[in-house]
């Protein structure tokens, strides 16, 4: 296995595959932008290099074996834009939980890969099964559903067959990013330096 040649664990591999992606997140920051600026940036960097490397999705999000101290970088300039932002002691650890699990657990959901497949299959099949599926959807039972399918198929989590590689849900990310920042504005228990 690869991680044998380069030295240390399977876990320190996936260390350094996820500090290559956080560990250049803010090097391209401007230290006097305003806080809430730095964090909508650095999450717009993070989805742009995950989006580069969808691969790495699943390892980044839903993998504790890529955390680690390589990641400091990144754990460093989120924490600092939230204490700018208000955030001191202990009200930090809640404020940077939601930020990464929300955006980066947003981009592991939208980089999902599709159902691995036996070696030989067709993965297409999968898709075309999957979207014929969606498109039976009952308009009795689900009424709603149905109505809003033109808007909403292969185009929201659950009922879509192609991963965010093939169709980017970036107004989406937008959305959440905004709610996300503009929440913790709003709550910040002290106030911003």
């Known amino acids: 296995m690869i991680y044998w040649h380069v030295g240390g664990t399977k876990e320190d591999l996936f260390a350094e595959i996820s500090a290559s992606i956080t560990g250049s997140l803010s090097a391209s920051l401007d230290d006097g932008m305003p806080w809430d600026s730095r964090l909508r940036q650095v999450f717009r960097n993070y989805r742009t290099l995950v989006h580069r490397h969808p691969a790495v999705a699943p390892l980044l999000g839903a993998q504790m074996k890529s955390n680690g101290v390589a990641n400091l970088d990144w754990v460093e300039t989120i924490l600092t ?105 709003a709550r910040a228990p002290t106030e911003p330096t």
Not at 97 to 113: I, K, R, Y
Not at 159 to 181: C, K, M, T, V
């Open 81 to 185: 834009a939230l204490e700018e932002g208000g955030y001191r002691g202990d009200a930090l650890r809640p404020a940077f939980n939601v930020l990464v699990g929300g955006l980066a657990g947003f981009v592991t959901m939208e980089l999902a890969p599709a159902p691995v497949t036996r070696p030989g299959s067709d993965s297409g099949k999968w898709q075309a099964l999957f979207a014929e599926r969606v498109g039976q959807i009952d308009p009795q039972r689900y009424p709603l559903t149905a109505r809003a399918l033109p808007d909403i198929s292969n185009r929201i989590f659950v009922l879509r067959w192609q991963n965010g590689a093939d169709i980017p849900y970036g107004d989406s990310f937008e959305l959440l990013l905004d709610l996300l920042i503009e929440g913790l504005k």
